[in-house]
């Protein structure tokens, strides 16, 4: 410092009003300057008090943040989140997550059914190929000339198993609002009203509240299992869909492993082993008398997210002890997309899953857009929106045990997706195109700092999936740290 600011300094510290202001009267008293001490002493004593607090305050904040993550999951509809929440689920409160699989009854045995009626569907619309004479008799009405022909015999099982598609009717007025053609919730019914007429009774909350129960480690309340749907027995109540799944096991099965039924799925390319929600090859123990969900059930069955579900896992015990997990789970159909902003400001993390076997489907909401092209036109928005610059974005590529099987299958990627060109068209090639493509759009996206965690995933799986959630879960913790301790 200059000696002339030192001596202007000086100056104003004598010419101060409030210095001036709090000296001492030039005629105190003794009695008036210990009166006078005492209470500056007090009023110090406050002061210090009031400083501490706000220091302990703003202590305690900083270790809420390091202690609270709050992971956002993003991706298309059908990518994957909701089945990768319940892996964390799974991994931090297995016993709760078992109590609840019961609720899933319904939804499993209505993706049983949407199956059969997709089977029926397919052999029963008009054919693609020429060769296929017994199904145009059965697609144009006309009688065919030998009552053992295909289309007879499909015809006459779809007549058989009409009252299946009777319960997919009433189980998706049940599970789903008006607007839905696939199940949103764990619903519950009820007869209500003297008439005994059947009400279905939508509890909106009732998917956040099941695995708001999962979090709270309770079995799930004597109330949500009074339905027979969703108590551990099967109950009497003849309009139990079991009765009718029950009746029509043998019919199901026959459907599903008949050859020809087989053959002209192929033809028309109906992979159903790989859509959503695939139990046609566990028709016998779903159909038991007292099924009950397993874990693997409840992670394969198809449960579609509306909305935006906030799910809360308290961690106490392990290395993470005292740390709150936050996660939420969007729904990521188009339609959907416009309430994930919000979060935004408010995340330490994103996991964004691609389905990246979807190379060769379409979205269900607009038939025109291939669906790994949506996936890339999502991944850029979030990699370059400014409110998530400080954000670290885990991707999963998922479904890489499907992608597998469509290779091995010898389905086509340059068909489905022109820059692919003429690499190899197998798994190692392909899952490392678009590991590359991914990476770079993040690249040319992100603020340059900011890291890209990809794993190859296949979030169904148990066992695969829980070591790359430790790893996702110690890279989140790590980077929240760093980040808090830079606030
Ligand atoms: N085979 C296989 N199936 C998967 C995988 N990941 C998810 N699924 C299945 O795909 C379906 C859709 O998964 P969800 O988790 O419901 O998808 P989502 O992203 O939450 O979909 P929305 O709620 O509509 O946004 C479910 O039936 C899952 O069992 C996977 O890696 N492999
Ligand atoms: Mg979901």
């Known amino acids: 410092m200059s000696s002339s600011a030192a001596s202007s300094s000086r100056t104003s510290y004598t010419d101060d009003p409030l210095t001036m202001a709090l000296l001492p009267p030039k ?13 500056e002493e007090e009023a110090k004593r406050i002061s210090d008090r009031i400083d501490e607090e706000l220091k302990k305050e703003r202590a ?19 990518s994957g989140k909701s089945t990768c929440l319940q892996q964390f689920a799974l991994m931090y409160s297995p016993n709760a997550f078992q109590a609840e699989c019961i609720s899933w009854r319904p939804v499993v045995y209505f993706n049983l059914v949407r199956s059969i009626r997709r089977i029926l569907e397919a052999i029963l619309e008009p054919p693609t190929s020429a060769s296929t004479d017994d199904l145009n ?45 696939e199940p949103t919730h764990l619903g519950e019914w009820r007869t209500v ?63 599903w492993t008949d050859p020809e039924v087989r053959q002209i799925l192929q033809e028309k390319n109906v992979r159903l082993q790989d859509s959503p929600g695939f139990f046609l090859n566990d028709i016998t123990r779903i159909t038991a008398r007292k099924y009950v969900p397993t874990a693997q059930d409840v992670l394969n069955a198809r449960l579609k997210t509306v ?12 290395a993470e002890r005292g740390t709150d997990w936050k996660f939420y789970d969007v729904g990521g159909a188009r339609n959907q997309r416009h309430t994930w902003v919000p979060f935004f400001d408010d995340v330490n ?44 974005i885990v991707l999963f590529l998922n479904k890489c045990d499907l992608l597998r099987a469509k290779l091995e299958a010898g389905v086509p990627v340059n068909k489905y997706i ?12 392909v899952s490392q195109y678009f590991r590359t493509k991914f990476g770079s759009l993040h690249h040319e996206l992100s603020p340059p700092n900011r890291e890209l965690y990809i794993h190859l995933t296949s979030v169904n799986d148990t066992e695969s999936t829980r070591s790359i959630l430790v790893n996702v879960r110690d890279t989140i913790i790590k980077r929240n740290l760093q980040a808090s301790s830079l606030i």
């Not at 669906?371 to 929106?385: G, P, Q, V, W, Y």
């Open 137 to 181: 008799e059965a697609s144009s009405g006309r009688r065919s000339k030998s009552p053992a022909s295909p289309a007879n015999r499909f015809r006459e099982l779809q007549m058989r198993l009409s009252p299946l598609l009777q319960v997919e009717e009433s189980l998706i007025r049940k599970l789903a609002p008006e607007d839905e053609d």
């Open 27 to 39: 005629d105190e008293s003794p009695t008036d300057r210990s009166a006078r001490l005492h209470a």
């Open 349 to 392: 993390a994103i996991i964004f899953l691609a389905p990246i076997s979807a190379f060769d489907q379409s979205l269900v909401e607009d038939p025109r857009i291939n669906r790994i092209e949506d996936s890339f036109l999502l991944f850029k928005a979030i990699c370059s929106n400014k409110l998530l610059h400080n954000v670290s």
């Open 193 to 255: 009203g003297e008439s005994g007429t059947r009400e279905y009774f939508i509890n909106s909350a009732s998917w956040k509240k099941a695995l708001g129960k999962i979090t709270n480690g309770k079995r799930p309340s004597a109330e949500s299992s009074t339905s027979s749907l969703s108590s551990g027995s099967t109950s009497e109540d003849r309009s139990d869909p079991y009765y009718i799944l029950q009746t029509f096991r043998d019919d199901m099965i026959s459907l």
């Open 307 to 318: 909305g935006i579900i906030e799910h809360h896992f308290a961690l106490d015990r392990g």
């Open 418 to 429: 022109i820059s692919y060109g003429d690499r190899p068209n197998d798994y190692t090639n």
């Open 60 to 78: 305690a904040r900083k270790k809420q943040r390091e202690r609270e993550v709050k992971v956002l999951l993003l991706g298309q509809s059908e």
